[in-house]
């Protein structure tokens, strides 16, 4: 009986000092919360002492406006400092030092990693500003740089053939109507004009071809070549009459070409033959 109680005290004074010790942890863990929320009370109070400490610059107006304001709420012009704001002050100034402090380290590792010196740091700053400048222009000119059709990229056609061509087309084309009024006229505005003037527009009746285009080529270029030719006073010479000799062809239009007048024809060139 003696062992069984013993046993039994035993047993209860086992339950009270864990009962105890349960007891003391968890006042202990209390206490340390108590200490950390006193702890960053303290440290709330210490940030608004040394904001409240900061030397805030004297302006008249905004004395008096302050004043005015206190008066019309009907107590102090001074407003309590909200502690989150300061709290999220001190977390942005924070975060700004540590992206100004991440660029510094990042300039110095570049730096030291090329050697450069200080001296020379500014104008290295300034030239890798202007660099990263231009390669902004240069890819914003890329996007927007407009699209150059398929037709204006193609080979040109340098040949003589092809500029005698485009001269004929142009001189063809009635610059002075609006091409999309009216492409036709605009394209082939003066080809009747300039058809009806030459001297093979009866000979070909009035019809259009490359042959007959070809031959009122060579005429104007008989002509040029003949118009250049100088007036030499003396009669042997062969140049003065032949000039002579076309001047006067060319002034029988080609509408009177009758047999009169190609008998005035002979009696000229048996003239100049003589």
Not at 208 to 221: T, V
Request: charged fraction near 25%; glycine fraction near 2%.
């Amino acid at each position: 009986m003696q062992d069984n109680n013993n046993s039994t005290s035993l047993t209860n004074g086992d339950t009270h000092a864990s009962i105890a010790d349960r007891y003391a942890n968890i006042r202990a863990a209390e206490e340390r919360k108590l200490l950390a929320r006193n702890h960053a009370n303290n440290s709330k109070k210490v940030m608004m002492d040394q904001l409240t400490k900061i030397p805030i610059p004297e302006n008249d107006e905004n004395e008096d406006v302050e004043k005015n304001s206190g008066r019309e709420s009907g107590g102090t012009a001074s407003t309590p400092v909200d502690a989150d704001n300061t709290d999220s002050i001190l977390l942005n100034s924070k975060i700004s030092d540590k992206k100004t402090s991440h660029s510094r380290r990042y300039l110095e590792f570049i730096c030291e990693r090329y050697e450069i010196s200080k001296k020379s740091r500014l104008p290295f700053l300034i030239l890798s500003v202007l660099c990263f400048i231009l390669l902004l222009t240069v890819i914003i000119l890329a996007i927007v740089w407009p699209y150059i059709p398929s037709y204006m990229r193609s080979d040109v056609c340098i040949d003589q053939e092809c500029f005698d061509a485009s001269k004929q087309i142009v001189g063809w084309a009635d610059l002075k109507e609006d091409v999309c009024e009216n492409p036709y006229k605009f394209m082939c505005g003066n080809f009747n004009n300039q058809y009806r003037n030459h001297e093979l527009y009866l000979v070909n009746k009035g019809e259009w071809s490359a042959n007959s285009n070809f031959e009122y080529e060579d005429l104007n270029a008989v002509n040029s070549f003949i118009s250049k030719l100088p007036n030499l006073p003396s009669r042997s010479s062969i140049q003065p009459m032949i000039k002579k000799i076309y001047t006067n062809c060319m002034n029988i239009r080609s509408e009177e070409r009758t047999d009169e007048n190609l008998q005035v024809l002979k009696t000229i060139l048996e003239t100049a033959r003589k």
